[in-house]
């Protein structure tokens, strides 16, 4: 597509569901990133992908976050039984390649809402 | 690790006056350092880049220079406008890591 897509926009769920976060990245990006944009606390790294794989997983704050991408394209940002702290913006963003010089281009967010 | 301090917003500011917002950062070795813009309602988006010491970064009319010497990368403009309304980020990259952000600067210019 023309630019990185994440879906659902908005998200609003019970405390103790389960999430299933969605992003499509621009065609051909080999690398993914997920992060997380939280009022007064700026834009927390989660997780990033080299094609299928994820070298750093360090930013997961906890185990209920996981992720995976299949097919070297879309990715899942997956949180089980969500807590109220997890409400925030997640943002996808990709770019060709992980060179660390690379332009990253981000999607519009899924704003999660946890009651 | 790595990290990014920048200066606590909101910055206001009238129109066609002059800005400066400071960002310093904390890295081993030599990263790349980045400025992004997010302008209401609208996805970040890359500003200007700056990959090695003394580099200058520039891109409408905003300007950063890599200070290896005070690790820092303050992003300038001589004149703002309304439209420059946004919140800023400060970045960097190493090798093999994910961009780091800093928390970002809210700047809003009055008419």
């Known amino acids: ?115 | 690790g790595d990290s990014v301090t920048q200066m606590e917003g909101p910055v206001t500011l009238s129109e066609e006056a002059s800005l400066t917002i400071n960002c310093t950062y904390t890295a081993t070795g030599y990263p790349s350092l980045f400025w992004y813009v997010q302008y209401p309602g609208e996805g970040l988006q890359l500003l200007l880049k700056a990959t090695k010491a003394d580099d200058k970064g520039s891109n409408k009319g905003f300007e950063a220079t890599y200070r290896k010497e005070t690790t820092s990368f303050h992003l300038e403009k001589g004149s703002v406008q309304v439209s420059d309304s946004a919140v800023y980020f400060c970045a960097l990259c190493q090798a093999g890591t994910a961009l780091i952000f800093g928390k970002g600067t809210t700047l809003s210019v009055s008419s």
């Open chain 1, 1 to 115: 597509g023309a630019g990185v897509s994440q879906s659902p926009s908005n998200k609003v769920t019970e405390k103790g569901k389960d999430v299933e976060l969605r992003c499509d990245p621009i065609s051909g990006h080999t690398a993914l990133y997920w992060y997380r944009q939280s009022l007064g606390q700026g834009l927390e790294f989660l997780i990033y992908f080299q094609g299928n794989s994820a070298p750093d997983k360090s930013g997961l704050p906890s185990d209920r976050f996981s992720a995976e991408r299949t097919g070297g394209s879309v990715s899942t940002l997956t949180i089980q039984r969500t807590q109220q702290e997890d409400s925030a913006v997640y943002l996808c963003a990709s770019s060709s390649t992980a060179n660390s010089n690379e332009k990253l281009f981000f999607g519009s967010g899924t704003q999660l809402s946890v009651l």
